[in-house]
T-cell receptor, first 115, second 111 residues
Framework: GDSVTQMEGPVTLSEEAFLTINCTYT??????LFWYVQYPGEGLQLLLK?????DKGSNKGFEATYRKETTSFHLEKGSVQVSDSAVYFC??????????????FGTGTLLAVQP | DTAVSQTPKYLVTQMGNDKSIKCEQN?????MYWYKQDSKKFLKIMFS???????INETVPNRFSPKSPDKAHLNLHINSLELGDSAVYFC??????????FGQGTRLTVV
């Protein structure tokens, strides 16, 4: 079945460091890919998405590129801030990305940014 | 305006009780979901409705029963609560192939 694998955390960085959180997926068809962020005590917020190969999603300085050849969707940010500390989830909507397909999440990666 | 709102935010109850969590979305989305997040932050889908019709029903004990009176509402009723039901329950909605919008979560504690 469809699945998402992301790097285990916690990831601890100093402010202004470069961030990469790895995410790979297994899916049939042409899934849509997403990154979500969850701040402490809150629900998940959609951070960015990509719906087809080579698409780049970007938001708030974060970027991720849909790589079909490596089945990856790694999250990057050039300079993290303390306020970026949160849990980040990679997710996919399988099949052909339609509403009847499940939104499947990775296990989440805790990012802690120190001043 | 809150896009996806769920109530209550916190719910503490004794084993064996029956409880409900309500969810409403004002985004005009056709699809709504219930997810369970455990203490390790793992998210697992429980149910999904599309235009009031159940389309995803994962392996969930039949003590859990979703109800969608209209496409803007999806409630979750839980019978005979058990200790293992303690978790954060998230309601979400989406439209087509877009990403889902999540509510703030309901932290259920069964004592």
């Amino acid at each position: 079945g469809d699945s998402v694998t992301q790097m285990e955390g916690p990831v601890t960085l100093s402010e202004e460091a470069f961030l990469t959180i790895n995410c790979t997926y297994t899916a049939t068809g042409y899934p849509s890919l997403f990154w979500y962020v969850q701040y402490p005590g809150e629900g998940l917020q959609l951070l960015l998405k990509a719906t087809k190969a080579d698409d780049k999603g970007s938001n708030k300085g974060f970027e991720a590129t849909y790589r079909k050849e490596t089945t990856s969707f790694h999250l990057e940010k050039g300079s993290v801030q303390v306020s970026d500390s949160a849990v980040y989830f990679c997710a996919l909507r399988g099949g052909y990305g339609g509403a009847t397909n499940k939104l499947i999440f990775g296990t989440g990666t805790l990012l802690a940014v120190q001043p | 305006d809150t896009a996806v709102s769920q109530t209550p935010k916190y719910l503490v109850t004794q084993m064996g009780n029956d409880k409900s969590i309500k969810c409403e979305q004002n985004l005009g989305h056709d699809t709504m979901y219930w997810y369970k997040q455990d203490s390790k932050k793992f998210l697992k889908i429980m149910f999904s409705y599309n235009n009031k019709e159940l389309i995803i029903n994962e392996t969930v004990p039949n003590r859990f029963s979703p109800k969608s009176p209209d496409k803007a509402h999806l409630n979750l009723h839980i019978n005979s609560l058990e200790l293992g039901d303690s978790a954060v329950y998230f309601c979400a909605s989406s439209q087509g192939s877009g990403g889902a919008f999540f509510g703030q979560g309901t932290r259920l504690t069964v004592v």
